[in-house]
């Protein structure tokens, strides 16, 4: 048996080395759908800095309180979808429940650009929000589900390479629209998002269901199946990583299945407990670093530093750009990094941008001071760079992968909406903030956003290379089958006991 071990331990690790093309190409498939979210999420933001829709939206004596309105609403019912996907991902399916939402944003999308009060773009705005957290809060525990363990933090930081793609074309055609002097300019990139996600719908046809998801409906062959395309490889003819992530699959979902489920379940349990409250340490502390507060108003901000409607577009297209650098950049290095280490990087990183910012915002800009706003400039593009490096990708992987396969919609849905819950606290008032107080509002999200980075350091678990059956141990669980322990010369005689094994259990429960 030690030979065994020893040649799996040999084998599973040569083939790790590689990520199938298909697997990548899969990934970005979903990555893209993600970019949805992005997309739907910055569209305000261009909207602020556009003459057209703040002629018809924003009066002057009440622009602050509008803004924080529409930006509220959103994430006021992206925090609804959050909790909306869980039902539908576990019954139909994650590819339906991406589809749905998409859905969603294509309807409200060309409603939002239809409205002509803005009482009726608040309501359509609110489901544009519901929309986009569906496709959001699936993303990452799908790219999961589908991903081997020695790539899947690369993979899954795809996931926000999406989005701040998204983020990215909603500020080019922004920027693009501001030739456009017609009442229809605003509308337009309403419209165009509309049209994309219409195709995000459609794409979904094309991507291969969860393998984990299609175990859980005993679905076995569809789920081998799909393990065999997307983690093949020409030097591993015979599929042995995927019989052995198949025979770990069904090892752990037949215990899983045994296992009460929902969220009182998630707080009565020690183990499940400690996992939630994880989750919510990890985005609180992102969303604490403030990076959605200049996200949804960096045009206002980059007007705030002196700068014309016009170059506020154009510069907040380049700040994005950088965002969506780091996102790659940062994917590149989570698997060989951490998660931890790369968390509370990005929390202590942000707050000395923020904490710069504060300074121009004090000293430099009250006196019209060229050079100290250009260094303010520079500290916002840093700023969006190293949140999308550090922070960005590991809090999606990383509350993602700690959670059990039957749970895991539960806790990506607690994830998300603690996500939106926050955003919705820093970023509603943010507006009326930094007209009231100005610089003091970055002061008191540097002071949480510290202590929150220093508790990620000392209470998380670091995951990377763990495969998403074992990470269990980390909160003190044993998993059913290790990878590491299987014997790679019977894989195929194991895999057939397993299914022997489950199929007696059953009939027994008959």
């Not at 799996?8 to 990548?24: P, Q």
């Not at 924003?58 to 992206?78: F, H, S």
């Not at 809090?395 to 396969?405: A, D, G, K, L, N």
Request: proline share 4%; glycine share 10%; charged share 15%.
């Amino acid at each position: 048996m030690e030979a065994g071990v020893e040649g799996l331990s040999h084998e599973v690790h040569h083939l790790e080395v590689y990520t199938s093309f298909l697997n990548i190409i899969v990934v970005l498939g979903i990555a893209l759908a993600t970019s949805i979210y992005g997309y739907a999420s910055n569209v305000m933001a261009g909207s602020f800095a556009q003459t057209t829709f703040i002629a018809k939206f924003l009066p002057a004596d009440k622009a602050a309180a509008y803004q924080g309105a529409l930006v509220g609403i959103y994430y006021g019912g992206a925090f609804i979808g959050s909790f909306l996907q869980q039902p539908i991902s576990d019954r139909y399916g994650r590819r339906v429940a991406m589809g749905m939402g998409s859905l969603i944003v294509c309807i409200s999308g060309a409603l939002c650009a239809a409205s002509y009060h803005l009482p009726m773009l608040l309501v359509f705005r609110f489901l544009t929000g519901v929309g986009g957290a569906m496709v959001l809060t699936v993303s990452p525990q799908f790219i999961g589900e589908l991903s081997p363990p020695h790539s899947r933090g690369w993979l899954v930081s795809l996931n926000v390479v999406g989005q701040d793609l998204g983020y990215v074309t909603s500020a080019a055609t922004a920027f693009g629209f501001s030739w456009v002097t017609e009442p229809v300019q605003w509308r337009l990139n309403f419209i165009l998002m509309s049209i994309f996600a219409l195709f995000i719908t459609g794409l979904m046809y094309f991507i291969p269901e969860s393998p984990r998801w299609l175990v859980q409906q005993e679905r076995y062959e569809d789920a081998l199946a799909v393990l065999k395309k997307v983690h093949s490889h020409s030097s591993d003819v015979h599929f042995t990583l995927a019989k052995a992530e198949m025979i770990q699959i069904r090892e752990q979902v037949s215990l899983e299945n045994t296992l009460p489920r929902g969220y009182r379940h998630i707080w009565r349990t020690p183990a499940l407990r400690r996992r939630a409250l994880c989750t919510v340490l990890v985005w609180i502390t992102a969303m604490s670093t403030g990076i959605l507060v200049l996200a949804n108003y960096i045009p206002i901000l980059f007007g705030g530093l002196g700068y014309g409607y016009r170059l506020q577009l154009g510069l907040s297209v380049a700040w994005l750009g950088a965002v969506l650098f780091g996102a790659i950049s940062g994917g590149i290095v989570a698997d060989s990094v951490g998660r931890v280490r790369l968390m509370a990087g990005g929390a202590y990183t942000c707050a000395f941008c923020l904490a710069m910012e504060a300074v121009v915002a004090a000293k430099w800009i009250p006196a019209n001071d060229i050079a100290g706003l250009r260094t303010g400039v520079a500290f916002f593009f840093l700023f969006g760079f190293f949140y999308n490096f550090w922070m960005d990708p590991s809090c999606f992987v990383y509350t993602s992968e700690i959670w059990p396969s039957h749970l895991r919609t539960e806790g990506v849905s607690l994830a998300m909406a603690t996500y939106f819950g926050a955003t919705i606290a820093w970023a509603s008032p943010a507006s009326t903030g930094f007209q009231n107080i100005g610089y003091k509002y970055y002061l008191i999200l540097i002071s949480v956003g510290v202590v929150c980075g220093t508790l990620c350091l000392l209470v998380l678990p670091e995951t990377k290379g763990l495969s998403l059956e074992e990470i269990g141990e980390l909160f003190g669980e044993e998993p059913v089958v290790r990878l590491r322990d299987m014997d790679v010369d019977n894989l195929d005689s194991t895999l057939a006991k397993t299914e022997q094994t489950q199929v007696v259990h059953a009939e027994h429960k008959v």
